[in-house]
């Protein structure tokens, strides 16, 4: 069926937002939790309410039913706060409804410094958002998170890919169910420009340099790329997604994986490679920067303008994730047939196949009271995952595959969601969030704005960022 176009009516919050977050040195989440952040309110997108019919009360008897649960209170922390919390409260009242629990619900912007605070003083919350692995990970070396209960895991295990359940997991033992999510491997382009001029949705790597060659043929004054890194004290982490990007569906999941836990260095052959492979786009004055000016200027572009020529008609193709929605100026339409859309960044062989890079977080309790395992058990199911994405509206998506794509608002979340669903598609989380701060929000952020604004060799990159690497 034909699905409803989205029109944003508001956009540059939600980015703002997105890029003051990066810098922080726990998260670290490169934009991780934009999608809920800073969703964009839109026309006719608002959020739908949720009811207590919709979910079944005799889920929660496991732990005792509303007879042994009511009058107990939980305590949620997370990163995200109002208004982008009051989706999340809505989602709870019907497990209230249900177990005659309150959660509380606390949104705070000094998360990542307080939260450790808390849990070293013995003051740790029932449940928090995390939003990276490496954070849960610290948790967990406290010794202050509780493993979920059985029916958290079996949820996991039915519902989503074997990648997210690995991220929840620390040394082998599951810890944190996945909560909300985001696709970075998104290039956004304009449908009537596509149609107008004949060209086809690349799908692999020769077919989006060979469309970028003709694009630059057809019409030297309509660069075929427009793109921009600069994110004040966080630039440089846009182009650490192009390289991501391009270093799992070139060399695959393994060299991924080990890329990030530094078993292979930053300067190995296959890295090199990748960089240089995104250099034939990103350092090419033939492809780039349509309206904002050359090679160079990538540097400088804020990340949130970075898109915005495909509007005026002058670059054909932006390389952003999908929270890069929230962007688009008021009355623009994101749709097959919009203003805006995007595809998936292409696959490099059939050998190695389709990947996506992106990010989430994830639900770590630090008890395991029945009122906080009931909490944890409920935001683990597709029930939840289904009132979410209706009390949303766009902007916000998980990977439960038992998410129904209908209650997904804007088609770049059904798109997103449709391929975070797929298991035939490689997920990885965001490489440089897994990195230590040192490398991953530190010397790759400022070595690839150099490799752009001071035109620095793939090589000297990855020798200076592997020189930067810690010792332990």
């Not at 060399?251 to 260095?265: C, L, N, S, T």
């Not at 296959?270 to 990103?282: A, C, E, F, K, Y």
Request: net charge negative.
């Amino acid at each position: 069926m034909r699905r409803t176009p989205v029109t944003f009516t508001s956009h540059r919050r939600a980015l703002t937002v997105a890029a003051g977050s990066i810098g922080l040195a726990i998260a670290l989440s490169s934009c991780a939790s934009a999608e809920e952040s800073g969703a964009a309110s839109a026309e006719n997108t608002a959020g739908q309410a949720v009811a207590s019919s919709e979910i079944d009360c005799s889920q929660f008897d496991e732990f005792g039913g509303k007879d042994a649960l009511d009058g107990k209170e939980v305590e949620v922390y997370t990163t995200i706060v109002a208004p982008e919390d009051q989706p999340f409260i809505d989602t709870f009242a019907p497990f209230t409804e249900c177990t005659g629990i309150t959660v509380n619900y606390n949104g705070s912007k000094q998360f990542e410094a307080q939260l450790p605070v808390r849990v070293q003083s013995g003051d740790a919350p029932d449940i928090a958002f995390l939003p990276q692995p490496g954070l849960l990970q610290r948790m967990v070396a406290t010794g202050a998170v509780a493993e979920p209960p059985a029916s958290v895991t079996k949820n996991v295990d039915e519902n989503w890919t074997a990648a997210w359940k690995e991220y929840g997991s620390v040394d082998g033992t599951f810890y944190a169910a996945p909560l909300g999510a985001n696709v970075k491997s998104f290039v956004w382009y304009s449908p009537k420009a596509f149609s107008d001029a004949g060209y086809e949705i690349p799908k692999t790597w020769d077919e989006l340099i060979a469309l970028s060659d003709t694009m630059a043929a057809d019409n030297p004054d309509v660069k075929p790329w427009c793109a921009g890194i600069g994110s004040d004290a966080a630039t440089g982490w846009p182009a650490t997604d192009w390289l991501e990007d391009t270093v799992l569906r070139q060399h695959g999941p393994d060299v991924y994986d080990q890329w990030i836990a530094h078993e292979i260095p930053f300067n190995d052959p296959r890295i090199v490679q990748s960089l240089d492979t995104v250099g034939q786009v990103l350092k090419n004055e033939e492809y780039v920067n349509g309206g904002l000016g050359g090679v160079t200027s990538i540097a400088t572009t804020p990340f949130q303008d970075a898109g915005l020529p495909i509007l005026q008609g002058q670059c054909m193709m932006h390389r952003q994730a999908s929270f890069y929605q929230a962007n688009w100026p008021d009355g623009t339409t994101v749709a097959e047939d919009g203003d805006v859309f995007a595809f998936p960044f292409p696959e490099f062989s059939a050998e190695v196949g389709q990947g996506i890079v992106g990010g989430g977080e994830f639900v770590a309790a630090f008890n395991d009271e029945p009122a906080t395992q009931a909490l944890q058990y409920y935001i683990s199911t597709s029930d939840w995952a289904n009132l979410k994405a209706k009390a949303t509206g766009p902007g916000w998506f998980n990977a439960n595959k038992g998410l129904d794509l209908d209650n997904l608002s804007s088609p770049i979340d059904r798109l997103a969601a449709e391929q975070l669903q797929d298991d035939s598609v490689t997920f990885r989380f965001d490489a440089s969030d897994l990195m230590p701060a040192a490398i991953g929000s530190g010397a790759e952020w400022t070595q690839l704005t150099a490799w752009i604004a001071e035109g620095k060799s793939s090589q000297e990159v990855a020798d200076a960022v592997e020189a930067a690497w810690p010792a332990s």
